[in-house]
Structure formats: structure tokens, C-alpha cells
């Protein structure tokens, strides 16, 4: 299918099982999945495809939430975010699946990523996250600033947790 870059207004009567607010990553992922089995489905985005953040997404695949596992834990349960974490681990593999079915892989790399802390309280939050982490089974490494600038020649930050089960994709080859 080719998606026009600035589709017409709809106009008239249109009938659809599902109607999905939204052609960013999520929108349409969500109608190709629901259209499937057979359910019809309608896209409606207010701009053109990919036209928000989706479209200038840098193409960060995370595996878990924007907090500190420690953050995620003290407000759901150590099994609650533990299972949050999973379910982001396993969308990696949901991923994969529907890069097979469109036959190309959109640059997609399980190659782990950064997730950075500006002050030394996040860099701690950070710090402390990385055992909780490995103690739940998610494989990666906090840096403190001396080794982000030593090994990365990264300067500005006070820490940085590397997530191993991170990954990438070019959004706008997948939009």
C-alpha cells in the first residue's frame, strides 16, 4: 500500500470495525495487526503518516519504561515491574515477526542502548537500578561519568545505564 503524504479530508459515510486515532509507529502497527483477521480498519491521522513523533523518532526500541527500574518497582511491585519489563523485552520478538511479514528489516539491530542521567541523583537511581535489574534477569551495565567520558568521549552527563536488550530500528523506513 502507498500512503499518500497529505491525504484528503474524508468526506461522506465510511464504515469500519475499528478506527484508530493516529498514523504514528503505534497507530499503524495496531491497525495492521487488527486487520488480520479481517476486521476493517480505518487510520485517521490529522497531519500526513508519520507526520509527529513518530516520523522523528531516532528509533530507540527500549526495553522497560523512562523511569529507573528502582522507580518502576517502588510504584508497581517487584513482579509488576518486572513483568513490565518482559512484556517490553518480548515486543522486541512481536517486532521481529512483523518485520518478517513485511519482508524487510528496517534497519532493525537488538544492539542494547543508553539511557542517560543528567544529575547524580538520577545517576544513582540509575546505579541502584542496575542490580535490581540483573537480579530480575536483564542483562546490562551502569556507567559513571568518568567511564561514559573514558570509553565513550561522552561529557555533560552523571551517569548512564547501557540496556542490553535495547535495540533499533529506522522509524521512518518502518512508517
Known amino acids: 500500500v502507498t500512503l499518500p503524504d497529505h491525504p484528503e479530508p474524508l468526506v461522506g459515510r465510511h464504515e469500519a470495525d475499528v478506527v484508530i486515532l493516529g498514523g504514528g509507529l503505534a497507530g499503524l502497527a495496531a491497525a495492521m495487526e487488527l486487520t488480520r483477521p479481517g476486521r476493517r480498519v480505518a487510520v485517521l491521522e490529522a497531519a ?17 519504561l523512562s523511569m529507573p527500574y528502582t522507580t518502576a518497582r517502588a510504584r508497581f511491585g517487584r513482579d509488576d515491574a518486572r ?19 513485511l519482508g524487510d528489516d528496517c534497519g532493525y539491530r537488538r544492539n542494547g542502548g ?62
Open 83 to 101: 513483568m513490565l519489563w518482559e512484556w517490553h523485552r518480548e515486543s522486541h520478538e512481536r517486532l521481529r515477526a512483523v518485520l518478517a511479514d
Open 114 to 175: 543508553f539511557v542517560l542521567a543528567r544529575d547524580r541523583q538520577e545517576a544513582m537511581d540509575l546505579a541502584d537500578s542496575e542490580d535490581a535489574l540483573r537480579d530480575d534477569g536483564f542483562a546490562g551495565e551502569f556507567l559513571d561519568h568518568y567511564m561514559l567520558e573514558a570509553r565513550f568521549g561522552v561529557r555533560g552527563f552523571a551517569g548512564a545505564y547501557w540496556a542490553a536488550d535495547d535495540g533499533e530500528v529506522d522509524a521512518v523506513a518502518l512508517l
Open 48 to 64: 500526513s503518516i508519520g507526520a509527529g513523533a513518530s516520523g522523528a523518532d531516532l528509533g530507540h526500541v527500549a526495553t522497560g
